[in-house]
Nanobody
Framework: QVQLVESGGGLVQAGGSLRLSCAAS????????MGWFRQAPGKEREFVAA?????YYADSVKGRFTISRDNAKNTVYLQMNSLKPEDTAVYYC???????????????WGQGTQVTVSS
């Protein structure tokens, strides 16, 4: 059983920055795609970013968010800059066997961390 634990969420003013972290329990972390998704109240979960060797971003966050990983620490990060109120959501990290933006193809999920951006 793989465990993913997110941290780093919080309340920030518009224009500010936050860095989310997701620590994985598995030893073969480096072999898997790691993704970040988010879900705002009343909305469906949406893709934010993914990383294996390369990276891919949703258009809504491109140029503002950066996904990275430290395989030695089994950790993936999401650096979020120039935050907007519409970025407010619960952010989840997840693991997939292949490089994908489709939530249904991710097999393990963290519990989520709340990000709130005030205007």
């Amino acid at each position: 059983q793989v465990q993913l634990v997110e941290s780093g969420g919080g309340l920030v003013q518009a224009g500010g920055s936050l860095r989310l972290s997701c620590a994985a329990s598995e030893r073969t972390f480096r072999l898997y795609t790691m993704g970040w998704f988010r879900q705002a109240p009343g909305k469906e979960r949406e893709f934010v970013a993914a990383i294996l060797g390369s990276t891919y971003y949703a258009d809504s966050v491109k140029g503002r968010f950066t996904i990275s990983r430290d395989n030695a620490k089994n950790t993936v990060y999401l650096q979020m800059n120039s935050l907007k109120p519409e970025d407010t959501a619960v952010y989840y990290c997840a693991r997939a066997v292949r490089f994908t933006t489709v939530a249904g193809e991710y097999d393990y999920w963290g519990q989520g961390t709340q990000v709130t951006v005030s205007s």
